[in-house]
C-alpha cells in the first residue's frame, strides 16, 4: 500500500508541474486564472481556493470523510498542517455550494459547523498518544520522504521540529524553493494525506496510537452540531451523523467511526 500510494501521489504532482494553464482553466469558474500564479493571500482566501487538492477531496467525498480519512490521523505535532487544511476547507465549502437554494444553504452551514468544531479541537489542544514519539517520527518520516521524491525535492514542508513544526514561511517559498506557492500548497496537501497513512506502522499499532484524538475530534464534532443555534444535517450526511451518534451511545467512538478511517 506504501510503494503505490507514493507512486500514485507523485504522479499527481509530476502532473501538477508540467500542467499547461489550460488544465486549470478548463473546469475552473474563472478560466482566465491559472493558481500558480496567484499570490499566497489569493490561494488562501481568494480565486484559488477552488484549484486546491483539499477543494477537490472535500467535493469528492463530504466533508465526513474529509475528516475521518485524513485530519483525524494528522498527530498533534503537525497542528500547523491541520490547521491549514481545516480552514482551506471552511473556505472551499461556500465555493462548493455557492447557491442560495436550500440544498446548497444546508449543505454549506452543516460543512462549515462541522469544520469549526473540527479546528477548535485544534485550538484546545488533542489528547496525548499512548506513545506520542513514535507517531509523530512516523508521520514526518513519510512527510519528508514524500517529499523528497516529489519534482520538489528541495522544499522543506515545515520548519523546526522540537517540539512542534510549524508553517514554512509563505513569504519564502519562492526564493528558496522556486515553485509557486500554489505548488507548494498541494505538494504539502498530497504528502500530509499520504503521511497520514503512516506506511511505516502496523496497522494495529497506528490505530492504537490514533484511537484518542480519533475519539476527541469524533465527540467535538458530535458537541458542534449540537450547539445552537441548530443547523440541519442534510441528506447525504444523516447515516453518518446516525452512526457516529451510534457509536458514542455504545461507548464506541474511536476508530473509523465514521465508516473510514486510514
Excluded at 499570490?39 to 470523510?65: I, N, Q
Excluded at 447515516?239 to 464506541?252: D, K, N
Aim: with cysteine; hydrophobic share 45%; charged share 25%.
Amino acid at each position: 500500500m506504501a510503494a503505490s500510494g507514493l507512486v500514485e501521489v507523485h504522479e499527481r504532482l509530476y502532473a501538477l508541474k508540467w500542467a499547461s494553464a489550460d488544465a486549470y482553466n478548463a473546469e475552473a469558474s474563472r478560466p482566465e486564472i491559472d493558481p500558480r500564479d496567484l499570490s499566497s493571500a489569493r490561494v488562501h482566501d481568494g480565486a484559488g481556493v477552488e484549484f486546491l487538492g483539499v477543494s477537490e477531496l472535500l467535493g469528492e467525498v463530504g466533508v465526513l470523510e474529509f475528516l475521518d480519512d485524513y485530519i483525524f490521523d494528522i498527530p498533534s505535532t503537525a497542528a500547523f498542517l491541520a490547521s491549514l487544511e481545516l480552514i482551506a476547507a471552511q473556505r472551499a465549502t461556500a465555493v462548493l455550494h455557492p447557491n442560495d437554494d436550500a440544498v446548497s444553504v444546508a449543505r454549506r452551514e452543516f460543512e462549515d459547523r462541522v469544520l469549526k468544531a473540527a479546528n477548535g479541537v485544534l485550538v484546545d489542544g488533542l489528547p496525548p498518544s499512548v506513545d506520542p514519539h513514535k507517531l509523530h517520527d512516523a508521520f514526518f518520516d513519510a512527510l519528508d520522504q514524500c517529499c523528497r521524491a516529489s519534482p520538489w525535492p528541495a522544499a522543506e514542508l515545515y520548519v523546526g521540529g522540537d517540539p512542534e513544526p510549524g508553517e514554512y514561511p509563505s513569504r519564502l517559498v519562492k526564493r528558496d524553493f522556486g515553485m509557486s506557492y500554489f505548488e507548494y500548497m498541494e505538494l504539502l496537501h498530497e504528502c500530509g494525506k499520504f503521511a497520514a497513512t503512516y506506511p511505516t506502522l502496523d496497522e494495529a499499532v497506528r490505530d492504537q496510537l490514533l484511537a484518542a484524538q480519533r475519539a476527541h475530534y469524533a465527540q467535538a464534532v458530535l458537541g458542534g452540531l449540537d450547539e445552537a443555534p441548530a443547523v440541519e444535517i442534510p441528506a447525504k450526511y444523516r447515516g453518518e451523523i446516525y452512526e457516529l451518534r451510534r457509536a458514542e451511545r455504545l461507548g464506541g467512538v474511536a476508530q473509523n467511526v465514521l465508516g473510514g478511517g486510514v
